[in-house]
């Protein structure tokens, strides 16, 4: 005989279907499961705020995104040089500029009659600002 058939004989149940007999005689009983009451729940441990992420922008990325207003301005950028951060002041005029223009390591918000520098120094990482008449 094939030994297909002998096997298909030999078991009393073909592969795939549900064993013989009363349901009862092969499962369990479920249990029952009753919901716990609000009050039961306790209060999930709430997680510390996460530190806010802070970006520091290149000098060109801060040319690019500056609105030159009147004032003064606390900078923090990425210096040019070391790649570090540095933090500089300046103070703008009450008039509206005419042109911000950026030259490797200078940042010059022209006014026309006036001028504003930021030069980035290649020693020690130093920031000058000018104000040009």
Same mark, same amino acid.
């Given at each position: 005989?094939?030994?297909?058939?002998?096997?298909?004989?030999?078991?009393?149940?073909?592969?795939?279907? $549900?064993?013989?007999?009363?349901?009862?005689?092969?499962?369990?009983?479920?249990?029952?499961?009753?919901?716990?009451? $609000?009050?039961?729940?306790?209060? $999930?441990?709430?997680?510390?705020?996460?530190?806010?992420?802070?970006?520091?922008?290149?000098?060109?990325?801060?040319?690019?995104?500056?609105?030159?207003?009147?004032?003064?301005?606390?900078?923090?950028?990425?210096?040019?040089?070391?790649?570090?951060?540095?933090?500089?002041?300046?103070?703008?005029?009450?008039?509206? $500029?005419?042109?911000?223009?950026?030259?490797?390591?200078?940042?010059?918000?022209?006014?026309?009659?006036?001028?504003?520098?930021?030069?980035?120094?290649?020693?020690?990482?130093?920031?000058?600002?000018?104000?040009?008449?």
């Amino acid at each position: 005989m094939n030994s297909l058939l002998v096997t298909m004989l030999l078991l009393p149940q073909a592969v795939g279907q $549900p064993p013989a007999g009363p349901p009862s005689e092969q499962l369990p009983a479920p249990i029952p499961v009753r919901p716990l009451p $609000p009050q039961a729940i306790p209060n $999930p441990v709430p997680f510390p705020p996460a530190p806010p992420v802070v970006v520091i922008p290149t000098l060109d990325e801060f040319a690019r995104c500056f609105v030159p207003t009147p004032g003064i301005h606390e900078v923090t950028v990425i210096h040019p040089v070391s790649k570090r951060p540095v933090t500089f002041c300046f103070t703008l005029p009450d008039c509206p $500029p005419r042109k911000v223009q950026l030259h490797n390591r200078r940042l010059v918000i022209d006014y026309g009659n006036k001028e504003v520098r930021v030069i980035f120094r290649i020693l020690c990482s130093k920031v000058d600002v000018q104000y040009a008449n």
